[in-house]
């Protein structure tokens, strides 16, 4: 059966990453035997330009029919209106497919430990995954609006939407190492007072797994004195958003991670969580890596092809062990030299 892909390039870098990534996927497979089709549509900056919206219905339409969506990035200082930004278009999206479990790992290994702005003893073998809820919180609660003399945003959590992401959360974890620390902000916001008190009654269905709770700022800090502490945390969806920025720079550089994003049932997306980059857009500078290990994370969680998705990620961390990589990870390679790499790489062996 034939596996459907769209692909939503976007703007900024997000052409270029996508335009090499998808050629990689043609190549492997040819040499893994993998039947599948990819459609591209218009989403973001672009979309906004030529339809008036970010999202427009004929991509959402083909989202929703498709097996899986990759997309690469949104956005740039073009697009600034207060009530049309590409930004909107993807929280549409996360929001109609019901995107609400968001997994987003971060690992350091040998050739990256290196690259971390932290040092090395602190960081060595961290491997964590943020589980981030995308589909409530304060990015979707209503009232939310603001002129000039006030500003309201509404912080919204039903006991449901809690508990499918901390089920979701504690699978994970029963299959890793056993760990799960809960965030939250439960000595200010109501929301998060109902967060822990789900988390602790879920938590007796999983005995084996052993949960931690902490406060967000407390949170932010341990993530850089004991990273490797960490195996599996679930926080809503503003707490992640930050903490999985601040994650990704523990192997030194946001454009190395990937993220998948999935529902109960129907397409996952799979995006890098780095953004379009307008600053370097089109100077054959961007890294691909984020964008190349979010396909893989899609072979391997999607389409069920470990075999392919394995030989994609040890062939992005060959690349960094022998400093093939963009400026931001210490190499000098341009992004077409590195996809010409991989491509022949695929041809040899
Ligand atoms: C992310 C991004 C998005 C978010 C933006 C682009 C709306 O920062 O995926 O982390 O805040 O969720
Ligand atoms: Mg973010």
Known sequence: MTFHIVSLPGDGIGPEIMAGTLEVLASLSQKFHFDYEVSEHLMGGRAIDETGSPLPETTLAACQQADAVLLAAIGGPQ????????EHGLLQLRKSLELFANIRPTRVSEHTVNLSPL????????????????????????PSHWDE??????????????ERIVHEAFKLAQQRRKKLTSVDKENVLSSSKLWRQTVDRIATQYPDVTVEHLLVDACSMHLLKR???FDVIVTENLFGDIL??????????????????????????????????????????A?????????????????????????LENAVDHLIAHKITTP??????TTNEIFEVLQSHIKEA
Not at 79 to 86: L, S
Not at 127 to 137: A, Q
Not at 251 to 276: D, K, N, Q, R
Not at 328 to 333: K, P, T, V
């Open 79 to 86: 697009w600034q209106y207060p009530t049309n930004r590409p």
């Open 119 to 142: 040092k090395a003893e602190i960081v060595a073998a961290t491997d964590l995954v943020i589980v981030r809820e995308l589909t409530s919180g304060i990015y979707f609660g209503t």
């Open 149 to 162: 003399n006030g500003a309201v945003d509404t912080l919204n959590y039903a006991k449901n939407e809690i």
């Open 227 to 229: 990273p490797t502490d």
């Open 244 to 285: 999985s920025d601040e994650a990704s720079m523990l192997p030194g550089s946001l454009g190395l991670s990937p993220s998948a994003s999935f529902s109960e049932s129907g397409p996952a997306l799979y995006e890098p969580i780095h953004g379009s980059a307008p600053d370097i857009a089109g100077q054959n500078k």
């Open 287 to 311: 890294n691909p890596f984020g964008m190349l290990l979010s396909l893989a994370m899609c072979l391997r969680m999607s389409v069920h092809r470990d075999d392919m998705a394995t030989w």
């Open 328 to 333: 931001d990870l210490g190499g000098q390679s």
